[in-house]
Protein backbone atom coordinates (compact mmCIF):
# COMPACT_ATOMS: atom_id res chain seq x y z
CA UNK A 1 0.00 0.00 0.00
CA UNK A 2 1.23 3.42 -1.10
CA UNK A 3 0.88 5.96 1.62
CA UNK A 4 0.65 9.33 0.22
CA UNK A 5 2.47 12.25 2.54
CA UNK A 6 0.40 15.32 3.43
CA UNK A 7 2.86 18.92 3.70
CA UNK A 8 0.51 21.06 5.50
CA UNK A 9 0.13 24.04 4.36
CA UNK A 10 1.80 27.38 6.00
CA UNK A 11 -0.47 29.40 7.70
CA UNK A 12 0.64 33.29 7.67
CA UNK A 13 -1.19 36.08 10.01
CA UNK A 14 -2.75 38.33 7.90
CA UNK A 15 -0.84 41.17 9.76
CA UNK A 16 1.67 41.67 12.14
CA UNK A 17 1.08 41.16 15.87
CA UNK A 18 0.07 44.11 17.94
CA UNK A 19 -2.83 47.02 17.77
CA UNK A 20 -3.35 48.28 14.10
CA UNK A 21 -1.73 51.66 13.18
CA UNK A 22 -3.76 54.58 12.62
CA UNK A 23 -2.65 56.07 9.44
CA UNK A 24 -4.20 59.50 10.21
CA UNK A 25 -1.96 59.49 13.09
CA UNK A 26 0.95 59.07 11.30
CA UNK A 27 0.47 62.23 8.99
CA UNK A 28 -0.66 64.27 11.83
CA UNK A 29 2.78 63.43 13.38
CA UNK A 30 4.58 64.69 9.99
CA UNK A 31 2.01 67.37 9.72
CA UNK A 32 3.69 68.47 13.77
CA UNK A 33 7.35 67.31 13.90
CA UNK A 34 8.26 66.95 9.97
CA UNK A 35 8.43 64.21 7.73
CA UNK A 36 10.70 61.89 8.38
CA UNK A 37 10.44 60.34 5.29
CA UNK A 38 12.20 63.64 3.75
CA UNK A 39 14.51 64.28 6.67
CA UNK A 40 15.69 60.90 7.95
CA UNK A 41 17.43 62.54 11.18
CA UNK A 42 13.88 63.61 12.66
CA UNK A 43 13.92 59.55 13.18
CA UNK A 44 17.32 59.76 15.65
CA UNK A 45 16.72 58.34 18.53
CA UNK A 46 17.82 61.26 20.91
CA UNK A 47 15.23 63.55 19.70
CA UNK A 48 12.60 61.22 21.18
CA UNK A 49 12.41 63.14 24.27
CA UNK A 50 11.98 66.80 21.95
CA UNK A 51 9.07 64.74 20.24
CA UNK A 52 7.60 63.71 23.24
CA UNK A 53 7.33 67.53 24.53
CA UNK A 54 5.96 68.48 20.91
CA UNK A 55 3.33 66.20 20.68
CA UNK A 56 2.18 66.72 24.68
CA UNK A 57 2.90 71.10 23.96
CA UNK A 58 0.09 70.43 21.13
CA UNK A 59 -2.56 67.86 22.23
CA UNK A 60 -1.73 68.49 26.19
CA UNK A 61 -1.49 64.92 27.11
CA UNK A 62 0.18 61.63 24.78
CA UNK A 63 -2.42 59.44 23.51
CA UNK A 64 -1.68 55.64 23.65
CA UNK A 65 -2.60 55.03 19.82
CA UNK A 66 0.09 58.19 19.16
CA UNK A 67 2.41 56.88 20.86
CA UNK A 68 2.43 53.60 18.82
CA UNK A 69 2.28 56.14 15.55
CA UNK A 70 5.69 57.76 16.56
CA UNK A 71 7.26 54.39 17.26
CA UNK A 72 6.76 53.55 13.47
CA UNK A 73 7.78 57.73 13.00
CA UNK A 74 10.94 57.03 14.54
CA UNK A 75 11.41 53.12 13.62
CA UNK A 76 11.72 52.50 17.40
CA UNK A 77 10.62 49.78 19.51
CA UNK A 78 7.04 50.86 20.92
CA UNK A 79 8.71 49.13 24.52
CA UNK A 80 11.43 52.06 24.03
CA UNK A 81 8.82 54.76 22.94
CA UNK A 82 6.43 53.85 25.84
CA UNK A 83 9.37 53.04 28.74
CA UNK A 84 10.74 56.93 27.84
CA UNK A 85 6.98 58.56 28.07
CA UNK A 86 5.81 57.05 31.68
CA UNK A 87 9.59 57.65 33.03
CA UNK A 88 9.18 61.52 32.94
CA UNK A 89 6.39 63.35 35.37
CA UNK A 90 5.94 66.06 32.97
CA UNK A 91 4.24 63.53 30.22
CA UNK A 92 0.74 62.37 30.39
CA UNK A 93 0.38 58.79 28.58
CA UNK A 94 -3.23 58.00 27.86
CA UNK A 95 -4.35 54.89 27.99
CA UNK A 96 -7.28 53.62 24.86
CA UNK A 97 -9.95 53.48 27.62
CA UNK A 98 -9.00 56.47 29.83
CA UNK A 99 -10.31 60.18 28.82
CA UNK A 100 -7.93 63.11 28.35
CA UNK A 101 -6.96 65.25 31.52
CA UNK A 102 -8.63 68.65 31.85
CA UNK A 103 -7.79 71.60 29.86
CA UNK A 104 -6.42 73.29 33.37
CA UNK A 105 -3.57 71.54 35.24
CA UNK A 106 -2.49 72.96 38.65
CA UNK A 107 0.55 72.00 40.53
CA UNK A 108 1.40 73.06 43.78
CA UNK A 109 5.15 72.41 44.74
CA UNK A 110 5.31 70.39 47.98
CA UNK A 111 8.54 70.80 48.86
CA UNK A 112 10.16 71.51 51.67
CA UNK A 113 9.96 74.87 51.39
CA UNK A 114 6.36 75.45 50.11
CA UNK A 115 5.33 72.73 52.89
CA UNK A 116 6.90 75.36 55.43
CA UNK A 117 4.94 77.61 53.76
CA UNK A 118 1.23 76.09 53.82
CA UNK A 119 1.36 74.84 50.52
CA UNK A 120 -0.40 71.33 51.81
CA UNK A 121 -3.07 73.67 52.75
CA UNK A 122 -3.28 75.47 49.80
CA UNK A 123 -3.52 72.35 47.42
CA UNK A 124 -6.37 70.98 49.70
CA UNK A 125 -7.91 74.60 48.92
CA UNK A 126 -7.66 74.25 45.14
CA UNK A 127 -9.15 70.65 44.92
CA UNK A 128 -11.85 71.60 46.59
CA UNK A 129 -12.88 75.05 45.03
CA UNK A 130 -12.16 73.76 41.57
CA UNK A 131 -14.29 72.15 38.97
CA UNK A 132 -12.69 68.79 38.62
CA UNK A 133 -14.02 68.11 35.16
CA UNK A 134 -12.48 71.59 33.98
CA UNK A 135 -9.64 71.93 36.17
CA UNK A 136 -6.94 69.48 37.92
CA UNK A 137 -4.81 69.85 40.99
CA UNK A 138 -2.11 67.51 41.01
CA UNK A 139 1.38 67.99 43.77
CA UNK A 140 4.65 68.70 41.94
CA UNK A 141 8.19 68.31 43.28
CA UNK A 142 10.46 71.43 43.68
CA UNK A 143 9.95 74.35 41.27
CA UNK A 144 13.22 75.69 41.72
CA UNK A 145 11.62 79.13 43.37
CA UNK A 146 11.58 78.34 47.01
CA UNK A 147 12.53 82.03 47.68
CA UNK A 148 9.12 82.73 46.54
CA UNK A 149 7.37 79.98 48.44
CA UNK A 150 4.33 78.01 48.46
CA UNK A 151 4.14 77.95 44.67
CA UNK A 152 1.73 76.89 42.12
CA UNK A 153 1.92 77.06 38.37
CA UNK A 154 -0.84 76.74 36.00
CA UNK A 155 -0.41 75.58 33.24
CA UNK A 156 3.22 77.18 32.28
CA UNK A 157 2.70 80.13 34.68
CA UNK A 158 4.35 80.57 38.37
CA UNK A 159 2.20 81.93 40.53
CA UNK A 160 4.77 83.15 43.58
CA UNK A 161 4.03 83.86 46.97
CA UNK A 162 0.20 81.59 45.93
CA UNK A 163 -2.57 81.37 47.54
CA UNK A 164 -6.24 80.39 46.55
CA UNK A 165 -7.33 83.48 45.32
CA UNK A 166 -4.13 84.15 43.47
CA UNK A 167 -4.46 80.71 41.57
CA UNK A 168 -8.02 81.77 40.74
CA UNK A 169 -7.09 84.86 39.57
CA UNK A 170 -4.79 83.79 37.09
CA UNK A 171 -6.95 80.81 35.64
CA UNK A 172 -9.73 83.65 35.29
CA UNK A 173 -7.58 85.70 33.08
CA UNK A 174 -6.24 82.59 31.18
CA UNK A 175 -2.61 83.41 31.59
CA UNK A 176 -1.49 80.03 31.42
CA UNK A 177 2.14 81.01 30.17
CA UNK A 178 5.45 81.53 31.12
CA UNK A 179 5.67 85.11 33.02
CA UNK A 180 8.15 87.43 31.32
CA UNK A 181 11.96 87.79 32.38
CA UNK A 182 13.95 90.91 32.04
CA UNK A 183 16.89 89.35 30.56
CA UNK A 184 20.10 91.29 29.46
CA UNK A 185 20.85 91.40 25.63
CA UNK A 186 23.97 90.38 23.54
CA UNK A 187 24.49 94.25 22.72
CA UNK A 188 24.21 95.38 26.17
CA UNK A 189 26.75 92.51 27.45
CA UNK A 190 29.23 93.11 24.75
CA UNK A 191 29.02 96.74 26.19
CA UNK A 192 30.23 95.56 29.07
CA UNK A 193 33.01 93.69 28.13
CA UNK A 194 31.29 90.39 27.40
CA UNK A 195 33.00 88.02 24.93
CA UNK A 196 36.08 89.62 24.80
CA UNK A 197 37.62 85.82 26.69
CA UNK A 198 35.50 83.95 23.76
CA UNK A 199 37.07 85.69 21.44
CA UNK A 200 40.89 86.02 22.48
CA UNK A 201 40.65 82.10 23.11
CA UNK A 202 39.33 81.77 19.44
CA UNK A 203 41.86 84.05 18.03
CA UNK A 204 44.81 82.39 19.97
CA UNK A 205 45.35 85.33 22.10
CA UNK A 206 44.78 82.84 25.09
CA UNK A 207 45.82 78.80 25.46
CA UNK A 208 43.84 76.35 27.04
CA UNK A 209 46.92 76.34 29.46
CA UNK A 210 46.74 79.54 30.33
CA UNK A 211 43.08 79.35 31.27
CA UNK A 212 43.24 76.42 33.14
CA UNK A 213 46.08 77.73 35.09
CA UNK A 214 43.09 80.87 36.02
CA UNK A 215 40.77 78.31 36.75
CA UNK A 216 43.27 76.66 39.34
CA UNK A 217 44.67 79.60 40.53
CA UNK A 218 40.80 80.95 41.59
CA UNK A 219 40.40 77.48 43.06
CA UNK A 220 37.36 77.26 40.44
CA UNK A 221 35.34 73.92 41.32
CA UNK A 222 31.89 72.07 40.31
CA UNK A 223 29.09 74.08 41.81
CA UNK A 224 26.61 71.32 41.02
CA UNK A 225 27.18 69.35 44.34
CA UNK A 226 30.00 67.73 43.75
CA UNK A 227 32.75 70.31 44.11
CA UNK A 228 35.69 68.66 41.70
CA UNK A 229 38.04 70.94 40.13
CA UNK A 230 37.06 72.69 37.05
CA UNK A 231 40.54 72.58 35.24
CA UNK A 232 40.90 68.85 36.15
CA UNK A 233 38.14 67.86 34.87
CA UNK A 234 38.74 69.68 31.60
CA UNK A 235 42.18 68.21 31.32
CA UNK A 236 40.93 64.53 32.14
CA UNK A 237 38.07 64.81 28.85
CA UNK A 238 41.49 66.73 27.10
CA UNK A 239 43.12 63.21 27.28
CA UNK A 240 40.60 61.55 25.72
CA UNK A 241 40.53 61.21 21.97
CA UNK A 242 37.87 62.93 20.11
CA UNK A 243 35.38 63.80 18.63
CA UNK A 244 34.34 65.32 22.07
CA UNK A 245 31.44 66.64 23.23
CA UNK A 246 30.03 69.41 26.02
CA UNK A 247 27.21 69.34 28.05
CA UNK A 248 26.04 71.64 30.38
CA UNK A 249 23.82 70.15 33.47
CA UNK A 250 20.86 73.19 34.02
CA UNK A 251 18.95 70.65 35.80
CA UNK A 252 18.69 71.82 39.27
CA UNK A 253 16.45 69.97 41.40
CA UNK A 254 17.30 69.52 44.20
CA UNK A 255 14.85 71.05 46.89
CA UNK A 256 16.19 74.41 47.71
CA UNK A 257 18.70 74.96 44.97
CA UNK A 258 17.46 77.75 42.53
CA UNK A 259 20.84 79.77 41.40
CA UNK A 260 21.13 78.20 38.25
CA UNK A 261 17.89 80.03 37.26
CA UNK A 262 18.67 83.14 39.13
CA UNK A 263 21.90 83.63 36.95
CA UNK A 264 20.16 82.47 33.62
CA UNK A 265 17.79 84.84 33.99
CA UNK A 266 19.40 87.72 34.25
CA UNK A 267 22.62 87.06 32.14
CA UNK A 268 22.26 84.47 29.70
CA UNK A 269 25.02 85.70 27.46
CA UNK A 270 27.59 85.33 30.28
CA UNK A 271 26.57 81.67 31.00
CA UNK A 272 26.47 80.98 26.80
CA UNK A 273 30.21 82.71 26.76
CA UNK A 274 31.42 80.43 29.64
CA UNK A 275 29.77 77.23 28.39
CA UNK A 276 31.34 77.98 25.10
CA UNK A 277 34.60 78.51 26.59
CA UNK A 278 34.43 75.40 28.33
CA UNK A 279 33.47 73.73 24.60
CA UNK A 280 36.48 75.69 23.36
CA UNK A 281 38.89 74.18 25.78
CA UNK A 282 37.82 70.40 25.24
CA UNK A 283 37.27 70.79 21.82
CA UNK A 284 33.62 70.02 21.60
CA UNK A 285 32.11 68.91 18.59
CA UNK A 286 28.73 70.61 19.84
CA UNK A 287 27.71 71.92 23.48
CA UNK A 288 24.39 70.73 24.63
CA UNK A 289 21.97 72.07 27.06
CA UNK A 290 19.81 70.22 29.01
CA UNK A 291 17.47 72.63 30.77
CA UNK A 292 14.53 71.47 33.34
CA UNK A 293 11.60 71.60 32.20
CA UNK A 294 10.33 73.52 35.12
CA UNK A 295 11.70 76.37 34.00
CA UNK A 296 9.88 76.90 31.22
CA UNK A 297 10.74 81.05 30.54
CA UNK A 298 14.24 80.19 30.57
CA UNK A 299 13.97 78.35 27.50
CA UNK A 300 12.55 81.29 25.68
CA UNK A 301 15.32 83.74 27.25
CA UNK A 302 18.05 80.74 26.02
CA UNK A 303 16.33 79.88 22.65
CA UNK A 304 16.17 83.78 21.81
CA UNK A 305 19.93 84.42 23.66
CA UNK A 306 21.02 81.42 21.43
CA UNK A 307 19.80 82.83 18.10
CA UNK A 308 21.49 86.76 18.75
CA UNK A 309 24.49 84.61 19.40
CA UNK A 310 24.18 82.72 16.16
CA UNK A 311 22.54 86.02 14.07
CA UNK A 312 25.70 88.13 15.26
CA UNK A 313 28.19 84.99 13.58
CA UNK A 314 29.26 84.36 17.34
CA UNK A 315 28.59 80.60 16.74
CA UNK A 316 27.40 78.64 14.21
CA UNK A 317 23.44 77.56 13.84
CA UNK A 318 23.47 74.41 15.25
CA UNK A 319 26.22 74.28 17.23
CA UNK A 320 24.52 74.74 20.74
CA UNK A 321 21.42 72.35 20.71
CA UNK A 322 18.70 73.36 24.02
CA UNK A 323 17.27 70.06 25.03
CA UNK A 324 14.15 70.15 27.89
CA UNK A 325 14.20 68.00 30.70
CA UNK A 326 10.39 66.26 31.26
CA UNK A 327 10.42 65.91 35.18
CA UNK A 328 13.56 63.55 36.79
CA UNK A 329 15.47 65.02 39.43
CA UNK A 330 17.54 61.91 38.85
CA UNK A 331 19.09 63.42 35.46
CA UNK A 332 20.34 66.05 37.62
CA UNK A 333 22.97 63.32 38.18
CA UNK A 334 25.39 63.89 35.15
CA UNK A 335 25.30 60.02 33.31
CA UNK A 336 21.46 60.03 33.73
CA UNK A 337 21.64 63.05 32.17
CA UNK A 338 23.45 61.88 29.41
CA UNK A 339 21.18 58.96 28.78
CA UNK A 340 18.26 61.70 28.82
CA UNK A 341 19.91 64.13 26.49
CA UNK A 342 19.95 60.71 24.48
CA UNK A 343 16.30 60.05 24.52
CA UNK A 344 16.24 57.41 27.19
CA UNK A 345 14.93 57.36 30.63
CA UNK A 346 17.60 58.90 32.38
CA UNK A 347 18.68 56.39 34.80
CA UNK A 348 22.17 56.49 36.30
CA UNK A 349 24.84 54.06 34.41
CA UNK A 350 27.82 52.46 35.80
CA UNK A 351 30.93 53.51 36.38
CA UNK A 352 33.62 53.40 35.27
CA UNK A 353 33.93 54.07 32.55
CA UNK A 354 33.10 58.08 33.67
CA UNK A 355 31.10 60.33 31.42
CA UNK A 356 34.79 61.82 30.36
CA UNK A 357 35.37 58.99 29.16
CA UNK A 358 32.33 57.80 27.73
CA UNK A 359 29.80 60.04 27.58
CA UNK A 360 27.21 61.53 25.22
CA UNK A 361 26.88 59.34 22.47
CA UNK A 362 29.34 57.19 23.50
CA UNK A 363 32.30 59.68 23.15
CA UNK A 364 34.24 61.56 26.07
CA UNK A 365 32.02 64.48 27.20
CA UNK A 366 32.61 67.23 29.09
CA UNK A 367 29.88 67.78 31.73
CA UNK A 368 29.73 71.35 34.14
CA UNK A 369 27.04 73.38 35.83
CA UNK A 370 25.66 76.13 34.60
CA UNK A 371 27.39 78.47 37.64
CA UNK A 372 30.28 76.55 37.15
CA UNK A 373 31.05 78.08 33.48
CA UNK A 374 28.56 81.38 34.49
CA UNK A 375 31.86 82.93 36.34
CA UNK A 376 34.74 81.75 33.75
CA UNK A 377 34.55 85.08 32.05
CA UNK A 378 34.60 86.69 35.27
CA UNK A 379 37.45 85.19 36.60
CA UNK A 380 39.73 86.13 33.38
CA UNK A 381 38.20 89.64 33.43
CA UNK A 382 39.44 90.31 37.28
CA UNK A 383 41.78 87.95 37.15
CA UNK A 384 42.05 84.67 39.19
CA UNK A 385 43.18 86.89 42.41
CA UNK A 386 39.82 88.54 42.53
CA UNK A 387 37.88 85.18 43.08
CA UNK A 388 40.46 83.70 45.36
CA UNK A 389 41.44 86.54 47.80
CA UNK A 390 37.40 86.37 48.75
CA UNK A 391 36.60 83.42 51.51
CA UNK A 392 36.36 83.13 55.26
CA UNK A 393 37.40 81.02 58.34
CA UNK A 394 40.40 79.54 55.53
CA UNK A 395 38.06 79.12 53.00
CA UNK A 396 38.58 79.82 49.52
CA UNK A 397 36.50 81.58 47.01
CA UNK A 398 32.98 82.78 46.49
CA UNK A 399 29.57 80.83 46.85
CA UNK A 400 26.04 81.16 45.51
CA UNK A 401 23.55 80.34 48.76
CA UNK A 402 20.14 79.71 47.59
CA UNK A 403 18.59 80.04 51.30
CA UNK A 404 15.00 79.88 51.94
CA UNK A 405 12.79 78.88 55.07
CA UNK A 406 12.83 81.02 58.22
CA UNK A 407 14.55 84.05 57.05
CA UNK A 408 13.04 87.64 56.67
CA UNK A 409 15.27 87.68 53.43
CA UNK A 410 15.03 84.59 51.13
CA UNK A 411 16.83 84.32 48.07
CA UNK A 412 20.68 84.12 46.31
CA UNK A 413 23.55 84.88 48.23
CA UNK A 414 26.74 85.59 47.26
CA UNK A 415 28.91 85.24 49.93
CA UNK A 416 32.38 83.72 50.73
CA UNK A 417 32.94 80.40 51.12
CA UNK A 418 33.41 79.38 54.81
CA UNK A 419 30.74 81.62 55.86
CA UNK A 420 28.77 80.00 58.83
CA UNK A 421 25.66 80.10 59.05
CA UNK A 422 25.38 82.31 61.68
CA UNK A 423 26.85 84.95 59.60
CA UNK A 424 24.65 84.05 56.62
CA UNK A 425 21.47 84.98 58.16
CA UNK A 426 22.50 87.73 59.98
CA UNK A 427 24.78 89.38 57.25
CA UNK A 428 22.73 88.57 54.33
CA UNK A 429 19.04 87.53 54.88
CA UNK A 430 18.10 89.76 57.50
CA UNK A 431 18.16 87.80 60.40
CA UNK A 432 15.46 85.35 61.14
CA UNK A 433 12.00 85.40 60.43
CA UNK A 434 10.04 87.11 63.12
CA UNK A 435 8.87 85.05 65.97
CA UNK A 436 11.16 82.17 64.70
CA UNK A 437 14.01 80.61 66.48
CA UNK A 438 17.26 78.87 64.74
CA UNK A 439 16.35 74.68 65.32
CA UNK A 440 17.82 73.04 62.30
CA UNK A 441 19.38 73.91 58.79
CA UNK A 442 20.05 71.66 56.07
CA UNK A 443 23.50 73.23 54.55
CA UNK A 444 22.71 71.52 51.25
CA UNK A 445 19.32 70.65 50.29
CA UNK A 446 17.36 68.05 50.47
CA UNK A 447 20.34 65.09 50.78
CA UNK A 448 22.91 67.50 52.17
CA UNK A 449 22.49 66.58 55.97
CA UNK A 450 20.32 68.26 59.20
CA UNK A 451 22.33 70.23 61.69
CA UNK A 452 21.60 71.25 64.55
CA UNK A 453 21.20 75.29 65.24
CA UNK A 454 24.76 74.46 67.93
CA UNK A 455 26.64 73.70 64.42
CA UNK A 456 26.00 76.74 63.05
CA UNK A 457 29.25 78.33 63.24
CA UNK A 458 30.72 75.65 61.11
CA UNK A 459 32.00 77.27 57.70
CA UNK A 460 29.73 76.57 55.19
CA UNK A 461 32.18 74.68 51.98
CA UNK A 462 33.18 72.02 50.43
CA UNK A 463 34.89 69.68 53.30
CA UNK A 464 33.96 71.22 56.11
CA UNK A 465 30.86 69.51 57.06
CA UNK A 466 31.38 65.56 56.34
CA UNK A 467 32.43 65.60 59.88
CA UNK A 468 29.37 66.05 61.14
CA UNK A 469 27.07 64.58 59.07
CA UNK A 470 26.29 66.94 56.28
CA UNK A 471 27.32 68.46 53.04
CA UNK A 472 27.33 71.62 50.94
CA UNK A 473 26.31 70.45 47.43
CA UNK A 474 24.61 72.92 45.72
CA UNK A 475 24.72 74.84 48.70
CA UNK A 476 21.11 75.25 48.74
CA UNK A 477 20.05 76.30 52.85
CA UNK A 478 17.29 76.01 54.50
CA UNK A 479 16.42 77.29 57.54
CA UNK A 480 14.34 75.71 59.92
CA UNK A 481 12.37 77.28 63.71
CA UNK A 482 11.13 75.98 66.55
CA UNK A 483 8.21 76.16 64.87
CA UNK A 484 8.58 73.31 62.68
CA UNK A 485 7.88 69.45 62.93
CA UNK A 486 11.02 67.66 62.40
CA UNK A 487 8.86 64.72 61.50
CA UNK A 488 7.48 66.20 58.94
CA UNK A 489 10.34 67.79 57.57
CA UNK A 490 12.03 63.68 57.29
CA UNK A 491 8.86 62.25 55.95
CA UNK A 492 8.87 65.16 53.00
CA UNK A 493 12.48 64.59 52.34
CA UNK A 494 11.91 60.81 52.30
CA UNK A 495 8.60 60.87 49.87
CA UNK A 496 10.53 63.34 47.91
CA UNK A 497 13.51 60.76 47.42
CA UNK A 498 11.19 57.68 47.15
CA UNK A 499 9.50 59.71 44.15
CA UNK A 500 12.37 60.77 42.29
CA UNK A 501 14.28 57.28 42.60
CA UNK A 502 14.21 56.11 39.21
CA UNK A 503 14.26 52.32 40.42
CA UNK A 504 17.26 51.16 38.70
CA UNK A 505 18.80 49.18 41.91
CA UNK A 506 16.92 47.87 44.75
CA UNK A 507 18.57 49.77 47.93
CA UNK A 508 16.86 52.71 46.38
CA UNK A 509 14.01 51.86 45.36
CA UNK A 510 12.99 49.64 48.02
CA UNK A 511 15.23 51.05 50.69
CA UNK A 512 13.58 54.86 50.65
CA UNK A 513 9.80 53.75 50.53
CA UNK A 514 10.30 51.45 53.63
CA UNK A 515 12.11 54.19 55.54
CA UNK A 516 9.22 56.74 54.53
CA UNK A 517 7.07 54.22 55.90
CA UNK A 518 9.39 54.01 59.29
CA UNK A 519 9.04 57.46 59.23
CA UNK A 520 5.83 57.72 59.39
CA UNK A 521 5.08 55.63 62.68
CA UNK A 522 5.09 57.29 65.97
CA UNK A 523 8.24 55.07 67.21
CA UNK A 524 11.39 55.19 65.36
CA UNK A 525 13.60 51.93 65.74
CA UNK A 526 16.97 53.94 65.38
CA UNK A 527 18.62 50.43 65.16
CA UNK A 528 16.62 49.06 62.09
CA UNK A 529 16.62 52.93 60.65
CA UNK A 530 20.79 52.97 60.86
CA UNK A 531 20.89 49.36 58.93
CA UNK A 532 18.86 50.32 56.53
CA UNK A 533 20.92 53.59 56.22
CA UNK A 534 24.00 51.60 55.59
CA UNK A 535 22.29 49.37 52.95
CA UNK A 536 21.24 52.14 50.83
CA UNK A 537 24.83 53.96 50.83
CA UNK A 538 26.72 50.92 50.66
CA UNK A 539 25.00 49.44 47.39
CA UNK A 540 23.38 52.28 45.89
CA UNK A 541 24.14 52.67 42.39
CA UNK A 542 23.92 56.94 42.55
CA UNK A 543 24.27 59.38 44.90
CA UNK A 544 20.48 59.96 45.19
CA UNK A 545 19.89 56.33 47.27
CA UNK A 546 23.50 57.08 48.56
CA UNK A 547 22.12 60.59 50.30
CA UNK A 548 19.08 59.94 50.83
CA UNK A 549 19.35 58.53 54.33
CA UNK A 550 21.32 61.80 55.24
CA UNK A 551 18.74 63.84 56.85
CA UNK A 552 17.56 60.75 58.94
CA UNK A 553 20.89 60.07 60.37
CA UNK A 554 21.57 63.67 61.09
CA UNK A 555 17.83 63.67 63.17
CA UNK A 556 18.90 60.63 65.05
CA UNK A 557 22.18 61.93 65.56
CA UNK A 558 21.14 65.38 67.09
CA UNK A 559 17.68 65.74 67.39
CA UNK A 560 16.50 63.10 69.79
CA UNK A 561 15.66 65.70 72.59
CA UNK A 562 13.34 67.87 69.85
CA UNK A 563 11.80 65.14 68.34
CA UNK A 564 10.76 63.18 71.83
CA UNK A 565 9.08 67.06 72.66
CA UNK A 566 7.14 66.30 69.22
CA UNK A 567 5.83 62.64 70.59
CA UNK A 568 8.13 60.90 68.72
CA UNK A 569 9.80 58.01 70.58
CA UNK A 570 12.72 56.53 69.75
CA UNK A 571 13.76 53.20 70.44
CA UNK A 572 17.56 52.65 70.66
Not at 124 to 147: T, Y
Not at 257 to 282: C, I, M, N
Not at 435 to 461: E, F, M, N, T
Amino acid sequence: MTVQTVTPKRRFRGKPRGRDLDPSLLEGLRDLLGDERKDATLRRRDLLIEHLHAIQDARGHLLLAELRALATYMNLPMAAVYETATFYAHFDVIHDDQLPPPAVTIRVCDSLACQLAGAEALKAQLAASMDIEQVRVLRAPCMGRCDTAPVAEVGHHHVLSATQARVASVIEEGHFHPEPVNWQRLDDYRGEGGLALLQACRAGDVTVDELMEAMQQANLRGLGGAGFPTFKKWYFVRQEAGPRYCAINADEGEPGTFKDRYYLERSPHQFLEGALVSAWAVDAEALYIYLRDEYPALHGVLREAIGEMEAAGLVAPGYIVLRRGAGAYICGEESAMIESLEGKPGKPRHRPPFVAQKGLFDRPTLVNNVETVYWIPLIWQRGAEAFSSQGRHGRVGLRSFSVSGRVKRPGVHLAPAGITLNELVEEYCGGMADGHRLVAYLPGGASGGILPASKADVPLDFDTLQEHGGFIGSAAVMVLSDQDDLRAVATNLLAFFADESCGQCTPCRVGTEKMLTLLEGDEWDAAILTRLSQVMMDASICGLGQAAPNPVLGLLKDFRGELAAQNVIIKG
